[in-house]
């Protein structure tokens, strides 16, 4: 009997072991997962903070700049602000959910 309950304990053993080690690597997994969710939310705050203020600029009527193909400094225009803060809408309502 006690050649037979000597590999079951063994196996047991192994068992154990490789469980252990399953749950290890799971809880890690967590863990890598927790902390790219948290990054992510940094980055999604910290643009929705960007967008908002873009777009406040925008309504208060300030005046922006904006840099042209040839790197030149461009104002932006009457005409063009509606687009630009309609654009700067949809940065927010994406960024700020």
Do not use: H
Request: glycine share 4%; proline share 2%; charged share 40%.
């Amino acid at each position: 009997m006690s050649k037979e309950s000597s590999p079951k304990a063994a196996k047991s053993m192994a068992d154990k072991e490789l469980e252990f080690r399953k749950r290890r690597v799971e809880s890690e997994e967590a863990k890598a997962k927790q902390a790219k969710a948290e990054a992510d939310a940094k980055v999604r705050e910290q643009n929705c903070a960007q967008a908002r203020g873009q777009l406040r600029s925008l309504q208060e009527g300030r005046r922006i700049v904006k840099y042209n193909a040839a790197g030149e400094r461009v104002f932006l225009d009457d005409q063009a602000r509606p687009e630009e803060t309609a654009r700067a809408q949809k940065s927010v309502d994406d960024w700020c959910k």
